[in-house]
């Protein structure tokens, strides 16, 4: 099945498409700074790319965690984004009371995993008439991703996305299944690999009372799952992971963001081969 999202299109062995931008809006130099450089290595690669951040973080270790700088504020950085660099749109929605406000800016309205069976979120993003893309949670199998498909579905929205993020192995870590991608594509829609939320240990650094991460597993999930065959991969880059202020322990240096695409660019050419 092929998705629209303005003039991109995922899906049915077409180019495989990054969803990449910072974990949070932290301020408007920032954005613009990564939203120009990811557009310029996009292009180079000739790789269509959406602009992912979130408006606000409403799910953290800790009640002392950075959530945002405002949603009014966000959105607005977000909406400039849009206009001074081009790129289309990706941003988490929490509750159905947000869905009218982002959908004015946004073109993807995100599922964040832990709110992926909350079925008036899903009828509400659904009712959006945005692209809708749901992340697969991380205590659920990728064949009930079905479920949360139809919720959206009912309300004739039919531009649904699947991104696998990882899945509870144990405390505080989380492993990719690949087979849930073939599992997830199989079920008619397109399926994006989430390489940076895969690495993260939840609740793991207990020092800072913050969600760990493994970066260093970040390009070998992306090559597996562009082998898998996915038809997006999701990446959050930040200029100075160490020093963001969500997910620190999980972004891609946005420098290493040209070699990402190189590697994983290829390997889709050679996919898309057989």
């Known amino acids: ?19 990449a931008g910072p974990c949070v809006v932290e301020n408007r130099d920032m954005i613009l700074k990564i939203a120009e450089q990811i557009k310029r290595t996009s292009e180079r690669y000739k790789t269509p790319v959406v602009f992912k951040a979130s408006y606000k973080k409403a799910n953290r270790t ?28 990706l941003t988490d929605i929490h ?23 909350q079925t008036d979120l899903l009828h509400a993003a659904g009712r959006s008439g945005k692209v809708v893309n749901i992340k697969k949670g991380q205590f659920l199998a990728p064949e009930d991703m079905a479920h949360a498909a139809e919720k959206v579905a009912e309300t004739g929205n039919r531009n649904i996305l699947f991104t696998e993020r990882g899945t509870t192995f144990g405390y505080h870590n989380l492993v990719v299944d690949m087979r ?25 650094d207990k020092k800072a009372a913050q969600t760990g991460g493994q970066p260093e597993f970040i390009f070998p999930l ?3 799952g562009v082998a898998a065959g996915c038809d997006g991969l999701f990446v959050e880059v930040h200029p100075n992971p160490a020093a963001a202020l969500s997910d620190s322990a999980s972004q891609l240096k946005l420098d290493l963001y040209d070699e990402l695409l190189r590697q994983v660019t290829a390997i889709d050419a050679l996919v898309k081969k057989f």
């Open 1 to 19: 099945m092929k998705i629209h999202i303005k003039d991109i299109v995922i899906g049915d062995n077409g180019p495989l498409v990054l969803f």
């Open 62 to 89: 800790s009640g002392k965690s950075f959530t945002g700088i405002g949603m009014d504020e966000a959105l607005k950085i977000l909406a400039e984004m849009k206009r001074e660099v081009g790129l289309p749109l």
């Open 95 to 117: 509750t159905e009371a947000e869905v009218a406000a982002v959908a004015e800016v946004a073109d993807v309205l995100q599922i964040p995993a832990f709110l992926c069976r």
């Open 180 to 204: 849930s991608l073939k599992i997830m594509r199989d079920l008619g829609y397109p399926v994006v690999l989430d390489a940076t939320h895969s690495v993260q240990l939840p609740g793991g």
């Open 222 to 224: 992306a090559r597996a």
